[in-house]
């Protein structure tokens, strides 16, 4: 992506590269001054140690001075008035301690972050993404590797644009976002360049491909796993809360102990044993083991705020089509009026929808082409998200959708379809040159594991479940028969859906599952947004904070299990961890401990910490 590499990113990976530099630098000051000691020289060690500690002490001022530009006060000082006091006071053993322990600490969390990030690029490099690409006069589903530059593609609307390229034909309106966090939806037109990792959220258009996949992917992904890291959990913002009050409380402690003893060497002691550096990685430590543990299991949390979220939703708003049902929808009855064939009828519905990402769309475009039926080019498509749409197929103006959104086109659509419900079956309308065309009569049953998974989530606490579905209410009620809503709302607009998810968010935490672009919307405003990822739109994986990049419902109940887990161990590490440091440095102002003996304690109290937050990656969820 072009643009792209701004120049505190590579401050912060050089930073980053340096990390095991910098744990070296002190572990063999501290070998070679013990070694040294051993042998009996009693002025080098100490020089040797201090030298080792003051690469550390740089960085770490240049870090700290850094955050305080930010505003952000943390418990780095401690360390660094810790590794001063120490060089100051001649405790030179004690503070090369405390920088490699500082160094490692720090090392251990960019060591659980890579892992977080590198299970995660590995889960999204799986999904096979695909694009339509214009052959002569005809569409054809390819792979993004086979794109090549002056291909022609047809973006639909909710696709994020896979490549780099220009607008070919027609406006296009895209939803940069997520990419330049601009909220306002751009609009290219022919000729102007796409950037790829935006979303058409205006009608399709043709893309000229000016790059290849590989040059862009990449840097999509990339892009998502950044912005999951950037937002801050709510539980390290406690963490950071903590930290305040802590260093508050080690100057007092410090302080006291100087004052009350005359002697300046306990001040250095508690400011040693307060030194909690991989304490407050416990967090993050806890929290990235949790999301590369969810990631491996197929479901790409954004970050630490959705996983936080995840373990205290209350509420359910669940999608019916493509969500409950697995949308693979397969064609029971043609019902042609007005004389046309059944292939005929079939070959304009699917021609149209080959230009639509919506689930129904792509079952009648799949079963069209099992069908042996060649499908002609659409052109001047435009859509209404979750209803339909409308464009010319041939030369003859087609309009495809549910009943309700042709009928709006073509009244007397509706006297057509009449009695011609069969329960709990997806009906499609087709209209063409403004008369009624036929009906298609689809099956998309439940999946088989949709009454499992919505017992789970009540057995974890959900309390509601309400079922927001776009489709008409005789089909929501009878494809979901035993299966128990508190609430089914059918017909709805994807702002319908909007008002559904903020009324319920009056209640409690609500978790709002879907996968069409008529749900992007609602994911957003939910406080937990899950999209289907595997199958579903784009533009919904986009908006949602937890994606399924496995297209099965039984995931969510193990994330939510996973997401609490890495909770409780963050907090447990949180209080553990602090309560035994205050105890040390009660014990260090009263003289009991010397500043080596402090910084032995407090590292091994702070790597018991670490270690137990790590638990987080393994283990299994069942508590
Ligand atoms: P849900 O909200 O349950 O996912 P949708 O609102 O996405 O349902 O879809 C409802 C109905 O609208 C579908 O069952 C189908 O009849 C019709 N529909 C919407 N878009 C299209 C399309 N592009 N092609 C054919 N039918 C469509
Ligand atoms: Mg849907």
């Known amino acids: 992506m072009p643009g792209n590499e701004n120049p505190s990113l590579s401050a912060y990976r050089l930073l980053r590269l340096s990390r095991p530099v910098l744990v070296i630098v002190p572990a063999m000051g501290l070998v070679l001054g013990f070694g040294l000691h051993v042998a009996g020289d009693d002025h080098w060690p100490g020089v040797i140690w201090a030298a080792a500690t003051l690469p550390i002490l740089g960085v770490l001022i240049i870090e700290i001075i850094g955050s305080l530009r930010h505003g952000d006060v943390g418990l780095d000082i401690v360390a660094a008035l810790s590794m001063t006091g120490a060089l100051v006071f001649g405790e030179h053993l004690a503070a090369v301690v405390v920088a490699l322990m500082y160094a490692g600490g720090q090392y251990l969390e960019s060591f659980a972050e890579r892992r977080a990030k590198r299970e995660m690029t590995a889960l999204l490099t799986r999904v096979p993404r695909m694009a339509i690409r214009h052959r002569g006069s005809r569409l054809e589903e390819v792979t993004l590797d086979l794109i090549a530059p002056q291909d022609r593609l047809l973006i639909r609307q909710g696709d994020v644009v896979p490549v780099d390229g ?22 290219k037109r022919a ?29 999509g992904i990339v892009r998502l796993i950044e912005v999951a890291q950037r937002s801050k959990a709510p539980l390290a913002r406690l963490a950071d809360r903590f930290a305040l009050a802590f260093l ?18 306990r001040a250095l002691a ?47 708003v669940i999608d019916k089509t493509g969500t409950l049902t697995h949308g693979q929808a397969r064609i029971v009855e043609i019902l042609p009026m007005a004389g046309l064939s059944s292939d005929r009828l079939l070959q304009l519905a699917a021609s149209l929808d080959q230009a639509s990402k919506h689930v129904i769309a792509r079952a009648l475009v799949s079963e069209a082409q099992d069908r042996g039926i060649d499908l002609l080019l659409p052109i001047k498509v435009e859509e209404t998200p979750g209803e339909g749409l409308e464009g010319y197929v041939d030369n003859q103006r087609v309009v495809v959708g549910g009943i309700r959104f042709v009928s709006r086109h073509v009244p007397r659509m509706e006297a057509g379809a009449a009695g011609q419900h069969p329960a709990g ?26 009454a499992h998974v919505i017992e789970s989530l009540r057995r974890l606490g959900i309390a509601r479940v309400i079922l927001a579905t776009g489709d008409r209410r005789e089909v929501a009620q009878a494809v979901t028969v035993g299966l128990h809503f508190d609430a089914v709302h059918a017909d709805l607009t994807p702002d319908r859906k ?126």
């Open 166 to 187: 220009l607008v070919a034909k027609g406006v296009a309106v895209l939803d940069q976002s997520a990419l330049t966090g601009e909220a306002v939806p751009a609009r």
């Open 191 to 219: 000729g102007e360049p796409v950037m790829s990792g935006v979303t058409n959220v205006g009608d399709a258009f043709d893309l000229l491909a000016t790059h290849r996949a590989v040059e862009s992917t990449y840097a």
């Open 248 to 265: 508050a409380l080690t100057i007092v402690l410090a302080g006291g102990a100087w004052l009350w003893s005359g002697d300046p060497i």
């Open 270 to 316: 508690v400011l040693v044993i307060a030194t909690p550096c991989p304490l407050i990685l416990a967090v993050p430590v806890a929290i990235v083991a949790g999301m590369s543990r969810a990631a491996k299991a197929g479901v790409l949390v954004k970050g630490g705020r959705a996983l936080e979220t995840l373990s205290h939703v209350k509420t359910l």
């Open 425 to 450: 079956s997806v009906m499609v309308a087709i209209a063409v040159d403004d008369e009624p065309a036929g009906l298609l009569i689809l099956a998309d049953p439940l999946r088989t594991e949709a």
């Open 498 to 623: 909007i008002a559904i998810v903020q009324a319920e968010k009056r209640r409690g935490p609500v978790m709002m599952i879907g996968d069409g672009v008529n749900d992007a919307p609602a994911l957003a405003a939910a406080d937990l947004g899950v999209a289907m990822g595997a199958r579903g739109a784009a533009a919904s994986a986009e908006a949602a904070d937890v994606v399924l990049l496995v297209d099965r419902l039984d995931r969510i109940p193990g994330a939510i299990l996973m997401a609490r887990r890495s909770r409780r161990i963050a907090l447990q590490s949180v209080y553990v961890g602090i309560g035994l440091s205050i105890l040390g440095m009660i014990a260090a102002g009263l003289g009991y401990l010397t500043p080596v003996q402090g910084a032995l304690i407090q590292e091994a109290i702070d790597v018991a910490v670490i270690l137990n937050a790590l638990r987080a990656l393994w283990g299994s969820e069942t508590s």
